[in-house]
């Protein structure tokens, strides 16, 4: 474990781009050999917009991550939050605890927030209009939300008290597993049931994309299931009767089209609908 962390430490940029393409690259070719949905349309110009934002988060985190690496020097040299803070315990437990608390506050919390304050929902539109959610949906997001998640990390390093090493294995891991989690892949149910109790598994995360509420409102967690589970926002619903998008914004061409997902932040918010929970 010692050895893992020291080498994210000092993880080359080769490296995290490899985790990037190769992630994409292996759910793609999943997509087609088992598919949860077969979607009427061409792949590749579907991804475009979403390689776009991909790109726009990419060059957000680059920017900013000298403030990551000062953090995160900050609360080890000060010797500053939780985890400095505990008792003498195993180092995978140390590594165990930092993972759940930053993917707490920079997944959860910030996805959560995200969805109640009407103006921080209108940037997060830009991914949740993705009529065709495959594992290329898992960096749609506006630039604006690049700053607001890469915030809510910070703060995430700040509380948690979180070595670089154990923030970028953090990164990493919430890389995969969004790519996986967004997925268009069929697991057998068992599987992906089995998988929802420790990680956010696809079925479970696909919920969070039907388009009306309570669903989409539901099923925050990127990495870690317990979150959801905890705080009861844990939904199911039969993912073959999963509709992606978004009730309020329904145009699946001006969804399509990267000026206009710029600009979709800045609309009129618009009251979306509430159905009835399914007994499932």
Request: aromatic share 14%; charged share 15%.
């Amino acid at each position: 474990m010692e050895e893992m962390i020291a080498y994210f430490e000092n993880i080359p940029s080769t490296h995290r781009s490899a985790l990037l393409v190769g992630g994409i690259t292996l759910f793609w070719i999943l997509e087609g050999a088992v598919p949860l949905f077969r979607f009427d349309y061409k792949k590749w110009r579907h991804a475009l917009p979403n390689f776009f934002f991909t790109l726009t988060t990419i060059i957000v985190n680059f920017a900013l991550a000298f403030l990551l690496l000062r953090t995160a020097d900050f609360t080890v040299s000060g010797q500053f939050g939780v985890l400095n803070w505990l008792p003498e315990i195993p180092f995978w437990s140390y590594v165990l605890i930092g993972l759940l608390l930053l993917d707490l506050i920079g997944a959860y919390l910030a996805h959560l927030v995200e969805h109640k304050v009407k103006p921080l929902w209108m940037i997060h539109l830009v991914h949740h209009t993705d009529h065709n959610v495959d594992t290329t949906t898992a960096n749609r997001h506006h630039p604006l939300e690049s700053v607001i998640r890469f915030t809510f990390t910070l703060v995430g390093v700040l509380v948690v008290g979180a070595p670089i090493g154990i923030v970028m294995l953090y990164q990493s891991v919430s890389l995969v597993l969004s790519q996986f989690n967004h997925a268009n892949i069929k697991l057998p149910k068992a599987v992906d049931n089995a998988l929802s109790w420790i990680i956010v598994s696809p079925d479970m995360h696909k919920v969070h994309h039907h388009y009306v509420l309570p669903y989409t409102d539901s099923n925050y967690g990127n990495i870690f299931s317990i979150w959801d589970r905890l705080f009861g926002t844990y939904l199911k619903y039969d993912r073959d009767a999963i509709v992606y998008g978004v009730d309020t914004f329904p145009d699946e061409k001006e969804n399509s089209n990267i000026k206009s997902l710029l600009k979709q932040p800045f609309h009129k918010y618009r009251k979306p609908t509430t159905t009835t929970v399914a007994d499932q």
